[in-house]
T-cell receptor, first 111, second 113 residues
C-alpha cells in the first residue's frame, strides 16, 4: 500500500504486505528528517531519521528514502504487522532546533 | 526516569479556569519542547527551552499561555482562563546535548468544558 502525504492521509494495507508512506516537505534548507509513529493515546515514538547528505537509511523492517530534488521523503515498512497500525508523522528540521511536522498518515493493517 | 513523563495524563476543566501541565524530561537532556496536538492534527510547536538561554516562545498562541523550566529540568505549561479551543493533547519532548532527535512524553489530554 502507498500514501501520498497530505492528499491521502490514510493507508490501508494487508498484513504481510509492504507499506510506503510518503511525505512532501517544504523547506529546501532542511538538513535533518525524522519519522515518528504515534499509537492511539500515546506520544510520538521515534522510528528512524536521515540527514540530507544521505538518500537512504535502513533500520529494522523500515527504510527511509530522501529525494532532495523534489523535497520528498518516504518511509517503507516491510512485512507490515498489526502492531504497525498507527499515525505516522514526518518531521523536518527547519533551523537548529525546531522541527516542523506533517499532518500525519493513518496506517491501518488488515488481518 | 527512562523516558519523558507528563502529568496529569488527563485533565478536564471548566472554561475560564487555569490549568498547569507538568513535564519531566529525560535525565541529562538539556533541551525541552512543548507542542499542542489537536484531534486528528499534526504537532504545533509552542515553546522551546535550552539550558539557561532565553526560551523560544514564538509558538505560544496567546498571552494566556506561559511556560517555565525550573532548575533546567522540570517544566510547567500554564494556560490561564482556558477556552474550549484549548482542548487538545499537550506533548512535551526533550533532547540531549549534541542531539537532534526529540523524545516525546505520553502527553496530557486537556478537555475544556
Amino acid at each position: 500500500g502507498e500514501s501520498v502525504g497530505l492528499h491521502l492521509p490514510t493507508l490501508s494495507v494487508q498484513e504481510g504486505d509492504n507499506s510506503i508512506i510518503n511525505c512532501a516537505y517544504s523547506n529546501s534548507a532542511s538538513d535533518y528528517f525524522i519519522w515518528y509513529k504515534q499509537e492511539s493515546g500515546k506520544g510520538p515514538q521515534f522510528i528512524i531519521d536521515i540527514r540530507s547528505n544521505m538518500d537512504k537509511r535502513q533500520g529494522q523492517r523500515v527504510t527511509v528514502l530522501l529525494n532532495k530534488t523534489v523535497k520528498h521523503l518516504s518511509l517503507q515498512i516491510a512485512a507490515t504487522q498489526p502492531g504497525d497500525s498507527a499515525v505516522y508523522f514526518c518531521a523536518e528540521n527547519t533551523n537548529d532546533y525546531k522541527l516542523s511536522f506533517g499532518a500525519g498518515t493513518t496506517v491501518t493493517v488488515r488481518a | 526516569g527512562a523516558g519523558v513523563s507528563q502529568s496529569p495524563s488527563n485533565k478536564v476543566t471548566e472554561k475560564g479556569k487555569d490549568v498547569e501541565l507538568r513535564c519531566d524530561p529525560i535525565s541529562g537532556h538539556t533541551a525541552l519542547y512543548w507542542y499542542r496536538q489537536s484531534l486528528g492534527q499534526g504537532l504545533e510547536f509552542l515553546i522551546y527551552f535550552q539550558g539557561n538561554s532565553a526560551p523560544d516562545k514564538s509558538g505560544l498562541p496567546s498571552d494566556r499561555f506561559s511556560a517555565e523550566r525550573t532548575g533546567g529540568s522540570v517544566s510547567t505549561l500554564t494556560i490561564q482562563r482556558t477556552q474550549q479551543e484549548d482542548s487538545a493533547v499537550y506533548l512535551c519532548a526533550s533532547t540531549g546535548p549534541s542531539a537532534d532527535t526529540q523524545y516525546f512524553g505520553p502527553g496530557t489530554r486537556l478537555t475544556v468544558l
